[in-house]
């Protein structure tokens, strides 16, 4: 390169502290723009691909696929969302979220390393759509549990009716979370949580602390009615903090380099107004974050410290996504690295890793956060040559890969628009569906205000004020 690495991340960070931020996003002043189709085409994928026997959702369409237990987290609302905006009726998305929650509850459980779908109330990450049962030698996973865990406590609030079926709803996702063992997650010794578990090989050994997605996590575990962790935990989650730590002045905030990190917790927990003792010493709240990391991710599109094609005040996202697949190829006259399914980010914040991959999820799930920046990206996204099709945005798209004569399995390459990825993934059309519709009317937001679960976690945590306060 022209530059060093040191050099580039410089002048990223550079463009990034000098960005000017307009006033915060949660004093939403424009409405949002005709969204309907990219919400309802999102929609539709989950409605039209889960197994309707048992309510599984494939993990990506159309390659075929074993379904990912967080995708069902993220369906179960989308559901109630099409219920709500007229794309299926309260009575079909009812039953299809009983059969789900059924499935849930009665599969069986256990150590075994085959024929259960999970074990101490936990699921493994992903599951075979037709029978449940773990998919070859994946984890046992406490993030992805997680997000099931909360698309249920969403149902559970959702469909309050007094008939029989959504009552069985309400008793049954009470049930799937307080079956959740949070402490075997801790049954080595450690204070935090870990990631996950393997039957053949034990707990994994990275635990949820520092900034990331496993903030949902540790206010799951310490709303527990049955097995709640100790009140040390959240202790645990922020002791890396000082470390996660990017810019000055209004571009301060804990910085992770997948913009997802910053999303999910968010898609199902109203930060607007609490926070914990971090965030009051900090001074704004963990969506203020989100928004200060969105737009630190738009600069760095902009500053674009690798030189990849494409990249603009525009066009925008880097998070944990598909890619055109491992390869090493020469670009702009030195050798570059390109990646398939990875997490990615701005080279210059924590797990940061830029292939010049952009995924529509990344912006669009920040839609809450920073409309007036998100909007204009999701316009240009969708004028991208085969990006946005029948269920929506595919998953990710790299201008930058034009090698037409590359092996590639995952997609499409062009050698003008570069390589577009061939399927959509459920956990990344989830995080869009679901945030443009509480940019719209705050539905999930509200929802999920109501759980007694997520208000017991906040408060064990130590957050305070705002809508906690009613």
């Not at 493994?124 to 030698?137: A, C, D, I, K, W």
């Not at 910085?255 to 968010?266: C, E, K, R, W």
């Amino acid at each position: 390169m022209d530059l060093s690495r040191r050099e580039l991340i410089g002048r990223s960070s550079a463009l990034a502290a000098a960005a000017t931020l307009p006033a915060c996003a949660k004093e939403r002043g424009a409405s949002l723009p005709d969204f309907s189709d990219i919400e309802e085409r999102t929609f539709r994928g989950f409605w039209d691909h889960v197994n309707h026997s048992n309510g599984l959702v494939p993990d990506r369409w159309p390659s075929p696929s074993f379904s990912s237990i967080a995708a069902v987290g993220f369906a179960l609302p989308a559901y109630a969302i099409g219920v709500e905006r007229g794309w299926c009726s309260r009575a079909d998305a009812r039953d299809l979220t009983l059969t789900t929650l059924r499935f849930l509850w009665n599969a069986p459980q256990g150590p075994d390393r085959t024929g259960t779908i999970g074990y101490k109330g936990f699921f493994y990450h992903f599951l075979e759509m037709q029978s449940g049962q773990r998919h070859r030698r994946t984890e046992l996973s406490s993030v992805d549990s997680g997000i099931l865990f909360m698309g249920a406590l969403f149902a559970g609030q959702y469909y309050d009716r007094a008939d029989a079926a959504e009552r069985e709803i309400r008793e049954l996702a009470d049930k799937l979370y307080g079956r959740a063992d949070w402490n075997y997650f801790r049954s080595d010794g450690r204070a935090a949580i870990s990631m996950g578990w393997h039957p053949e090989d034990g707990l994994i050994e990275r635990s949820w602390t520092g900034y990331n997605e496993g903030m949902l996590v540790n206010i799951l575990a310490l709303g527990s009615p049955t097995y709640p962790a100790a009140p040390g935990l959240w202790d645990q989650w922020t002791a890396p903090y000082p470390q996660c730590w990017r810019g000055s002045g209004p571009t301060r905030r804990l910085a992770f380099a997948p913009m997802f990190g910053h999303q999910y917790s968010h898609i199902f927990i109203d930060f607007r107004g609490i926070r914990d003792a971090a965030m009051r010493e900090a001074g704004f709240d963990y969506f203020e974050n989100s928004r200060r990391e969105t737009y630190a991710q738009r600069a760095y599109a902009i500053a674009n410290p690798m030189r990849w094609r494409g990249y603009s005040d525009k066009i925008w996202g880097i998070t944990a996504c598909d890619g055109p697949g491992f390869a090493q190829l020469p670009y702009l006259g030195e050798k570059r690295t390109f990646f398939g399914y990875a997490a990615r980010g701005p080279i210059d914040e924590p797990d940061g890793r830029d292939d010049g991959t952009i995924a529509p999820t990344a912006a669009l799930g920040s839609l809450p956060f920073a409309p007036e920046i998100v909007i204009p990206c999701a316009d240009a996204l969708r004028r991208w040559p085969g990006l946005f099709d029948r269920y929506g945005f595919k998953d990710s798209f790299n201008p930058s890969f034009t090698y037409t004569s590359a092996r590639n399995g995952t997609g499409t390459i062009d050698p003008r628009f570069g390589w577009v990825a061939k399927d959509y993934i459920g956990i990344d059309q989830g995080a869009i569906l679901l945030q443009a519709t509480n940019y719209r009317n705050e539905f999930v937001w509200r929802t999920m205000r109501r759980s007694p679960a997520i208000r017991r976690g906040l408060t064990r945590a130590g957050f305070t004020g705002g809508w906690l306060r009613r």
